[in-house]
């Protein structure tokens, strides 16, 4: 079963905007990952953010976390031709720390 | 790169054969999960092996088997293929415990026919 959900599932902008994509989901959780896939290839590990985390970035990418709405947001800024790809939010929620994906964003982003 | 390397790429398989994946994981990470990706999905967890034990299962019937080796590198092997088995799978590795990142490789493509 998928519990992340992603939203929206596709998401088309222009080089330059920002681009953001949200996750909801459903049980407690010790963290939440996101993930961007190119071409349906490997998941390139994007980041990593804890569940007594609020807020974290790294480089272009600012990752929200609200627990109480069981929800976060990935917002990548200033995008570039090269952000086109599927973005997946995953949550680690049990004791072997497997990881749950939703089915996934769709970002283009036109040059 | 992540160090997780995978083999082979892509495959071509019989339905009612039998197929083994392969998976190395990235080094220092005694930890490895596999993932089948279908079509349009997000990935969904199959097993996890932690030190040589298998540390978890999904929703995947018991043809759906693995090991892992001493260097925590790993196999995944499905018996009596189904068409529907055909999809990406996905081996992530990492150093297992909570609020580690996995690292996942470039999958391999099985397709039954």
């Known amino acids: 079963s998928q519990q992340g959900e992603e939203d929206p599932q596709a998401l088309s902008i222009q080089e330059g905007e920002n681009a953001t994509m949200n996750c909801s989901y459903k049980?407690?959780?010790?963290?939440l990952q996101w993930y961007r896939q190119n071409s349906g290839r490997g998941l390139v590990h994007l980041i990593l953010?804890?569940?007594?985390?609020r807020e974290k970035h790294s480089g272009r990418l600012r990752v929200t976390l609200d627990t109480s709405k069981k929800s976060s947001s990935l917002l990548i800024t200033a995008s570039r031709a090269a952000d086109t790809a599927s973005y997946f939010c995953?949550?680690?929620?049990?004791?072997?720390?497997?990881?749950?994906f939703g089915k996934g964003t769709l970002l283009t982003v036109n040059p | 790169e992540t160090g997780v390397t995978q083999s082979p790429t892509h495959l071509i398989k019989t339905r009612g054969q039998q197929v083994t994946l392969r998976c190395s994981s990235q080094?220092?990470?005694?930890?490895v999960s596999w993932y089948q990706q279908a079509l349009g999905q997000g990935p969904q967890f199959i097993f996890q092996?932690?030190?040589?034990?298998?540390?978890g299962r999904g929703n995947f019937p018991p043809r759906f088997s693995g090991l892992q080796f001493p260097n925590y590198s790993s196999e995944l092997n499905v018996n009596a293929l189904e068409l529907d088995d055909s999809a990406l799978y996905l081996c992530?590795?990492?150093?297992?415990?909570?609020?580690?990142?996995?690292?996942f490789g470039q999958g391999t493509r099985l397709t039954v026919v």
């Open positions: 953010i804890r569940s007594n985390e």
């Open positions: 992530a590795s990492s150093f297992g415990g909570p609020n580690t990142e996995a690292f």
């Open positions: 995953a949550t680690d929620e049990g004791s072997n720390y497997k990881l749950t």
């Open positions: 092996y932690y030190r040589e034990e298998e540390n």
């Open positions: 049980t407690s959780i010790n963290n």
């Open positions: 080094s220092g990470h005694n930890t």
